[in-house]
């Protein structure tokens, strides 16, 4: 049995929940590109006091850079820049901002492939960015080893299906690295599921599930915790991106129910919540409340609600029918994609230790 931690993205001090704080995810760009910025972050770890530290490299911000047709460099030589006009962002520049913040786990830097479907583009796209995820995965492996060994390095898989990963894999055949990270793109259940499954046939034992904070996300790396891995973690904003919007999370399905000022709210939804926020209270009184009180309320009540459903999730994973069972007796609707999530876990369960090839036959058709 290993252990699911979900970790805040997209916080600082002025929007972080009071509690139930596991993990904070930082980025370089963000978080450290700068002497202010990297007290910043040391001021909200000493605050917070998370149980871990993550800090990606910053391959989002890089990705967003290209896509607004901005300079996009990485020039060692060179400061690291992070601002309208451009990014410059290098190894080096990831490696010495580790070394300020002190994570227990750094990504190590890459170049995201985009989110797109049709097949001949991923293939472009992938080959394309192939050269550059090489060489900055070897290369922050190769500067981690050098200058912060103790920091747990998970390497960025950019790519859309297994012959493309099978590229990458002869690269990490000879890589120091602790962990792989998975981007989740236009992956369902039973795609997640057979990366994670090859993975665990190559010996990872930590996975790292990027921006997976959906219902279904969750279920399915409470249950890869809870049998296949001895690490599972993943990543959230949607805590917080909720809480912008004037959102409310359904404790157990994660269904978004509308907070705005004056609307119609559900007050059974709000009495199955057995978090402290929603406990002070009614229905009439979330969408009543001025607005800053409000998302206050939401931030806190929104983050607990992620973190209950992964405890909850976790708990009951003993097995895909206890764990199918505890999930119908909490939902009140049919979540989407729910029957691929449990058809995942059940092949996953029953064949998980026969070959990879078998598994991979069950989860592809």
């Known amino acids: 049995m290993g252990v699911l931690v979900n970790f805040l993205a997209g916080i600082n001090e002025a929007v972080a929940p ?135 390095l998970l390497v960025p898989v950019q790519a859309y299906d297994l012959e493309q990963f099978r590229i990458l894999e002869r690269y990490l055949a000879d890589l120091d690295y602790s962990g792989l990270a998975l981007p989740t793109r236009n992956l369902d259940p039973l795609g997640v599921s057979l990366f994670l499954m090859k993975f665990r046939q190559m010996g990872v034992r930590r996975v790292h599930i990027l921006s997976y904070s959906s219902f279904t996300g969750i279920v399915l790396a409470s249950f890869f915790a809870r049998h296949i891995f001895e690490w599972v973690s993943i990543d959230a904003t949607s805590w917080r991106m909720n809480s912008d919007k004037m959102i409310y999370l359904d404790p157990w399905s994660l269904r978004q129910w509308p907070a705005k000022e004056g609307t119609p709210f559900n007050d059974r939804v709000r009495a199955r919540c057995e978090c402290p926020w929603c406990h002070h209270y009614t229905a009439f009184q979330i969408v009543n409340t001025p607005e800053t009180d409000r998302r206050y309320f939401l931030r806190n009540h929104n983050n607990w609600a992620i973190n209950n459903l992964c405890r909850q999730a976790f708990q009951h994973a003993g097995s895909v029918a206890s764990l199918d069972r505890f999930l119908r007796s909490r939902m009140e609707r049919p979540v989407r994609g729910y029957d691929k999530l449990i058809r995942a876990l059940s092949v996953v369960e029953n064949f998980g230790d026969q070959d990879f090839s078998i598994v991979k036959g069950f989860l592809t058709n």
């Open 18 to 152: 009071d509690s139930d704080i596991e993990g904070v995810l930082l980025n370089v760009p963000q978080n450290a590109a700068s002497e202010i910025l990297v007290r910043h972050s040391l001021n909200l770890i000493e605050k917070l006091r998370p149980r871990y530290t993550m800090l990606d490299s910053g391959g989002y911000q890089v990705l967003q850079k290209e896509l607004a047709g901005v300079l996009v460099d990485s020039d060692s030589d060179k400061t690291l820049l992070y601002g309208p006009d451009g990014i410059n962002l290098h190894p080096i520049h990831v490696i010495q901002a580790a070394l300020r913040v002190r994570p227990d786990f750094l990504v190590a830097l890459d170049r995201p492939i985009s989110k797109i479907s049709d097949r001949s583009r991923q293939q472009h796209e992938f080959m394309e960015k192939l050269g550059f995820n090489i060489m900055w995965t070897e290369e922050t492996a190769k500067l981690r080893n050098k200058y912060c060994p103790e920091i747990q």
